[in-house]
């Protein structure tokens, strides 16, 4: 078996396992551990991405169904990502409202649950 990093460019080939949600997206940077079989064939995956989470979305009830409020949030949100060129924003949906609006916005569902990791423990 062999492991190495995995050239951007050659990301289509997640197709299939586990970081399949990043084939064919643009990340500005980032890498991909691969591990592969005798013939090339993935055959193990892990990835660490410098992506920035937007965190704690939340729009007053007395605001909520009006689109003033979320229209500015989506206005400055867009000029913080467009300040440090990023092309994708991680976010959460804690709420049925932040779902629907990460639904108006086309926004991907990532798999699974998300954890913290200490390094310490690698």
Do not use: N
Not at 35 to 64: M, N, Q, T
């Amino acid at each position: 078996m062999t492991t190495r990093l995995l050239p951007q460019a050659e990301w289509s080939r997640l197709d299939g396992t586990a970081l399949a949600c990043l084939a064919g997206q643009e990340v500005v940077s980032g890498e991909v551990v691969v591990v592969e079989d005798a013939k090339g064939a993935i055959v193990g995956c892990w990835s660490l991405l410098p992506l920035f989470h937007a965190e704690g979305l939340w729009v007053a009830p007395a605001h909520r169904g009006k689109v003033g409020v979320v229209r500015h949030l989506k206005r400055s949100m867009r000029r913080l990502a467009d300040t440090h060129r990023l092309p994708v924003i991680v976010t959460g949906a804690m709420t049925p409202e932040v779902h629907v609006l990460l639904t108006h916005l086309h926004a991907t569902a990532l798999p699974g649950v998300q954890y913290l990791i200490p390094v310490e423990a690698l």
